[in-house]
């Protein structure tokens, strides 16, 4: 996936969420909740992956930090973290 992909993604999720305005509140919230919670389930199991992979390759935290937003602390959470949840090891 490159850099249209994305966009491709965001506009289908911009579509969602404007096609709720006309439902009532609670049914509006209760979908965004749960769209919330599906996309970062889904971005999160793949952002360890690539940091997984990254670490596979060499890369330090700190750089593995750098290309991701987080601290270098939250990359190791996330590496373990992930560890745990799949039993293997980096």
Known sequence: M???GAAFLRADVERFCDELADLAPAVRLRL??????????????????????AKQEGWGL???????????????R????????SGRGM
């Open 78 to 85: 996330l590496l373990a973290c992930g560890v745990r949840k």
């Open 62 to 76: 700190r750089r593995i930090a750098a290309f991701t937003g987080v601290s270098h602390e939250q990359v190791r």
């Open 2 to 4: 490159d850099a249209d």
């Open 32 to 53: 965004v909740a749960e769209l919330r919670a599906a996309l970062d389930e889904v971005t999160t199991a793949a952002l360890i992956s690539g940091m997984a992979a």
